[in-house]
T-cell receptor, first 111, second 112 residues
Framework: GQSLEQPSEVTAVEGAIVQINCTYQ??????LSWYQQHDGGAPTFLSY????GLEETGRFSSFLSRSDSYGYLLLQELQMKDSASYFC????????????FGTGTKLQVIP | DTEVTQTPKHLVMGMTNKKSLKCEQH?????MYWYKQKAKKPPELMFV???????INESVPSRFSPECPNSSLLNLHLHALQPEDSALYLC???????????FGPGTRLTVL
């Protein structure tokens, strides 16, 4: 089968750095996406890794290791507004548009 | 225009009602998606339309009926729903690949 596992909750201090991990199992893999979702809101795309390594987008970075079936999202200089749920996601198998989301990590940023 | 719009924002319906959810995008995306999301859970894929044709149906009950009238519009027709169908219904669009999806604000559906 296919699955993406994430820690359910993470708490971090404002201004600090936090890493949200995602481990996956799948028989077909294109790459790993990350989304942010505030309570009551819609998911917003953050980042995508097709290849191994680190992708940086402002305060957010995402890392992928295909050999380890593992990725993470790194949030730097945490702000209170970063409190949200974060999901990793991948496409396939079963169709290149078949997107599966991870279990989700609720990040709480505290003062 | 990088926005996906959905109407209505909230919907309350009885188990015998028929209603429709609407979604629209003007980004020229050729893939459109319906997701169901329960509280504190990830979005679950229901349907995918690619180039206006249904490409993925995730074994969704027939009381949910999707429709793609054109490349910008996506509907979800609802009939004889059950209380357990109460959830946030999200529409999304993407270039054909789906790695970067743009989500609408969702319709919060309550079935009484």
């Amino acid at each position: 089968g296919q699955s993406l596992e994430q820690p359910s909750e993470v708490t971090a201090v404002e201004g600090a750095i936090v890493q949200i991990n995602c481990t996956y199992q799948t028989s077909g893999f294109y790459g790993l996406s990350w989304y942010q979702q505030h309570d009551g809101g819609a998911p917003t795309f953050l980042s995508y890794n097709a290849l191994d390594g680190l992708e940086e987008t402002g305060r957010f970075s995402s890392f992928l290791s295909r050999s380890d079936s593992y990725g993470y999202l790194l949030l730097q200089e945490l702000q209170m507004k970063d409190s949200a749920s974060y999901f990793c996601a991948f496409r396939g198998p079963g169709g290149y548009q078949k997107v599966t989301f991870g279990t989700g990590t609720k990040l709480q940023v505290i003062p | 225009d990088t926005e996906v719009t959905q109407t209505p924002k909230h919907l309350v319906m009885g188990m015998t009602n028929k209603k429709s959810l609407k979604c629209e995008q003007h980004m020229g995306h050729r893939a459109m998606y319906w997701y169901k999301q329960k509280a504190k859970k990830p979005p679950e894929l229901m349907f995918v339309y690619s180039y206006e044709k249904l490409s993925i149906n995730e074994s969704v009950p027939s009381r949910f009926s999707p429709e793609c009238p054109n490349s910008s519009l996506l509907n979800l027709h609802l009939h004889a729903l059950q209380p357990e169908d109460s959830a946030l219904y999200l529409c999304a669009s993407s270039q054909s690949g789906g790695d970067e999806q743009f989500f609408g604000p969702g319709t919060r559906l309550t079935v009484l």
